[in-house]
């Protein structure tokens, strides 16, 4: 685990070097895409890399801006396209209540996870959480319900910004 993150090392501290994080996403990217004879075009590699610069979710025309800026003109459906490969394939997450994307922890594994929303500096982290993800089937099944994507989205404070001098001030 790095040292920059908190116990349980799902908070990144604001001196966490993300090079790490997105050449470990690359990696499993091409590990996925090699096992299911999918293509990883060097745009969809690009929209990947930007998405895990930061734990910060970003939307499509966040994405958009930073490919604009240095120097390519995407069309919105080019990055849109990426997207739904990057989902499809288990390496991003859509939040829905931000409309926007996250890499995924777990990469291969489409369609489930837990996410904790800092409103203060707007870091997300996954859970994974096995528990939860049986309850919720449970929960469905005990419905007559068959679910094939959920997404729990959690809004509150990370330990970096409760710990911070200001924290009252959020």
């Known amino acids: 685990m790095n040292s920059a993150h908190n116990e349980s090392g799902r908070f990144p501290s604001h001196e966490h070097d993300h090079r790490h994080c997105v050449a470990s996403a690359l990696d499993d990217a ?21 998405i895990w610069q930061s734990h910060r979710p970003l939307g499509a025309y966040a994405i958009l801006d930073v490919l604009s800026g240095e120097g390519h003109s995407p069309a919105p459906p080019t990055v849109y396209r990426a997207l739904e490969f990057l989902l499809m394939h288990g390496l991003v997450h859509r939040l829905s209540s931000l409309n926007a994307f996250i890499g995924c922890a777990r990469p291969g594994h489409p369609g489930a ?4 929303l800092c409103i203060a500096c707007g870091t997300a982290a996954e859970l994974n959480d096995a528990a939860i993800e049986r309850a919720i089937e449970r929960s469905a099944a005990a419905e007559g319900f068959t679910s094939q994507v ?16 200001n924290a009252g001030a959020h």
Request: net charge positive; hydrophobic share 35%; with cysteine.
């Open 113 to 116: 996870g837990q996410f904790l």
């Open 30 to 50: 091409k590990a996925v895409c090699s096992e299911r004879g999918a293509r990883l075009t060097p745009v969809r590699r690009r929209v990947l890399e930007i």
């Open 150 to 165: 959920h997404t729990v989205e959690i809004s509150g404070i990370c330990p970096h910004c409760r710990e911070a001098p």
